[in-house]
C-alpha cells in the first residue's frame, strides 16, 4: 500500500465513525425527548429492537396511544407518527391532509372533497369523509388554529373504525414540537372518542 491509500483508508476510516456516531446521537435525542413525553403524560417507552424505533405509549381514555418517529430515507421524508388501534364499527371513515397541486388537480378531474363551510380552511385542507355530520363535530375551531401551526402544516389525519392514524413529516426538534404534536393528537381523540 502506498501513503496515498493509506490516506484514503483513513480518511474513510474517519467519515464512517463521524457518521456512525451522529446518527447514534440523533437516535438519543429523540429518545430523550420521547421519554421526557412519557414523564409528562404517565406513559411509558418501549425500546426498538435492531431495527424498530423506541415508541412512546400514552394511555388516553381507555386505549393505548403509540407515538414514534422515524429517520427519513432516500426516498421518503422523516416523520413522526401517531396511532391508536380503536374497537368503534360506528366510527366513519375520514382523511384530512394538506390541499395541495397534486390533490387540486385529482378534484378538477372528479375526486369528492367535503367542504367545512369555512373558505380558509377548505382552502388549505382536503377533506375526505362519509359523515358530515361527524366532521363537524371533528373540525373545530381549536383544531383549525393547531392546524395552522407551520410544524402542522402538512400533518394526515386518517380515522378509520378500527384505528386512528396522524403523522407529520417531520421529527419535531424539541420539547415543544412534541408537545404540540402530542396535544393536537390528543384533541382529535378526544372528539372521536
Known amino acids: 500500500m502506498t501513503t496515498n491509500d493509506l490516506y484514503l483508508v483513513a480518511i474513510l476510516t474517519i467519515i464512517t465513525i463521524l457518521t456512525v ?66 374497537d368503534a364499527p360506528r366510527l366513519p371513515t375520514i382523511r384530512i391532509k394538506r390541499y395541495g397541486l397534486w390533490l387540486k388537480l385529482l378534484v378538477r378531474f372528479g375526486k369528492e372533497r367535503f367542504l367545512s363551510g369555512d373558505d380558509d380552511f377548505d382552502g388549505q385542507w382536503m377533506i375526505e369523509a362519509e359523515d358530515p355530520f361527524f366532521v363537524q363535530k371533528l373540525v373545530t375551531a381549536e383544531l383549525k388554529y393547531k392546524l395552522a401551526e407551520r410544524s ?25 414540537g412534541y408537545d404540540y404534536f402530542i396535544d393536537t393528537v390528543m384533541l382529535i381523540l378526544q372528539r372521536i372518542l
Open 21 to 86: 456516531s451522529l446518527v447514534y446521537y440523533s437516535s438519543r435525542k429523540r429518545e430523550d425527548h420521547l421519554k421526557l413525553q412519557a414523564e409528562k403524560r404517565g406513559g411509558e417507552i418501549r425500546k426498538g429492537g435492531l431495527f424498530k424505533w423506541t415508541e412512546l405509549l400514552i394511555p388516553f381514555q381507555g386505549v393505548q396511544v403509540v407515538i414514534h418517529s422515524e429517520p427519513g430515507g432516500k426516498n421518503r421524508p422523516p416523520k413522526t407518527a401517531a396511532q391508536v388501534t380503536l
Open 152 to 176: 402542522l402544516r402538512s400533518i394526515v389525519i386518517r380515522i378509520e373504525p378500527q384505528k386512528v392514524y396522524i403523522s407529520i413529516p417531520s421529527i419535531p426538534s424539541n420539547e415543544a
